[in-house]
């Protein structure tokens, strides 16, 4: 089983690491999150955060769900929630791994 950073890698997808953390943009999330559905992978959640003009990184615990294996979110209701995250929220990091 792959972990994140190395499918991110595989699929040529954006993604920028800070401090250990592996982030994806919000404007890229969408996409991400179609591609991890599209692979079949075991998704178990995400984390939200701020990039500070610094390069530090400040989660939003208020808005970083995980679920257990199986209660996974439908695709649509995920990106829904997605959207409504307010605009500080400026990277997510997304919790999955490959199936195979």
């Not at 595989?10 to 994806?24: A, C, I, K, M, N």
Request: with cysteine; charged share 20%; aromatic share 12%.
């Amino acid at each position: 089983m792959a972990n994140r950073r190395k499918l991110l890698e595989t699929w040529s997808f954006p993604h920028v690491q800070r401090y250990g953390v592996t982030l994806v943009a919000r404007s890229d999330a969408a996409a991400c999150v179609e591609r991890i559905f599209a692979e079949d992978c075991r998704f178990y959640g995400y984390d939200s955060f701020t990039v500070l003009p610094d390069g530090k990184i400040q989660p939003h615990m208020e808005w970083s769900p995980s679920w257990s294996q199986g209660a996974t979110p439908l695709l649509a209701a995920l990106l829904a929630e997605l959207q409504l995250h307010p605009a500080g929220v400026t990277h997510y990091e997304f919790v999955f791994e490959s199936a195979a």
